[in-house]
């Protein structure tokens, strides 16, 4: 039987649930509910910024999602989706919260106003193994002696979606709903999303939009494309990542892209669209049809 919601993992789907201006509000919920351990008045508005991805990064599709918002007040948060196991993946966290704190260095070399970073990632594997029962985990700069945090413009926050476990009757939070609605919000019936949602509003926003029924044809269409290309990519980073095949998998990568890049072609799928599933450049891709 075909699921009515799609899965919030997928590129197309978790950037039209927290990346565009019609659902703002469901992002800066999200954030608030995440991002508890800093102490600061909750997140009212904020501005979507061009994503900080470096273009070796973009070429190897090594994220589903980058988001760069900043809030009212000037910080800035970057939430990823990652669902391929990477090594190294919390490096890659620290150098983007760095770039984007460099970013700021524009103001004329007044560091004093520089403001916080917040990195956020849900990521479908785990990163921190030693943790056997902590699916969420928050990380800031801390004082050896004291654990005073006297340096706070930086904080990380991980959601590790295999280490959760919980079932509908076991949901006692809204983060373990989002937790939950990462993980489950494709096989989600009728019948439990009552459950689920209780009176979390904003969840029921979320499923809404994963509602294939509202989409439009072209929608599903690249939705599915890039589903296609994620299962691909996964595959060659598991590969890589057991293996270490670095020039066989850049190869294979290479080739898989073309054959996909042609294929949404032929199927009518423009230009702007294959550079968004693909995050391939529009320059790459019409030399790739050439």
Not at 111 to 139: C, G, Q, R, T, W
Not at 242 to 271: F, P, Q, S, T, Y
């Amino acid at each position: 039987m075909l699921s009515k919601f799609l899965d919030p993992k997928n590129d197309i789907a978790f950037k039209k649930i927290f990346g565009t201006e019609k659902n703002k509000d469901i992002l800066i919920h999200f954030l608030n509910d995440m991002i508890t351990f800093k102490a600061r008045g909750l997140i009212k508005e904020v501005t979507f910024l061009k994503t900080i991805q470096d273009p070796e990064t973009a070429a190897k599709k090594t994220s589903i999602v980058d988001i760069l918002c900043k809030d009212e007040k000037g910080n800035q948060y970057i939430v990823e989706m990652q669902v391929a196991r990477e090594k190294g993946f919390e490096k890659r966290a620290q150098y983007y919260a760095s770039k984007a704190y460099i970013s700021q260095a524009r103001v004329g070399g007044e560091y004093h106003k520089l403001k916080e970073i917040v990195f956020l990632a849900i990521s479908d594997f785990i990163m921190f193994p030693n943790k056997k029962n902590v699916f969420k985990s928050d990380h800031v700069i801390l004082d050896k002696d004291s654990h005073e945090n006297d340096l706070k413009d930086f904080s990380f926050t991980f959601l590790e979606l295999p280490k959760f476990n919980k079932n509908i009757g076991e949901l006692t939070n809204i983060v373990d709903k989002w937790m939950y609605f990462f993980i489950h919000a494709e096989e989600t019936s009728e019948k439990d999303l009552h459950k689920i949602i209780g009176h979390d509003q904003i969840i029921e926003r979320a499923y809404d939009e994963l509602n294939r029924f509202s989409w439009n044809e072209e929608e599903l269409l690249t939705y599915d494309q890039a589903e296609k290309y994620e299962g691909a990519f996964i595959a060659s980073m598991a590969q890589k990542f057991d293996e270490g095949v670095e020039k066989g998998i850049e190869k294979g990568k290479k080739e898989r892209d073309i054959e996909i890049v042609k294929a949404m072609h032929l199927n009518g799928i423009g230009i702007e669209t294959i550079s968004l599933v693909t995050r391939h450049s529009k320059e790459d891709i019409e030399k790739l049809l050439s």
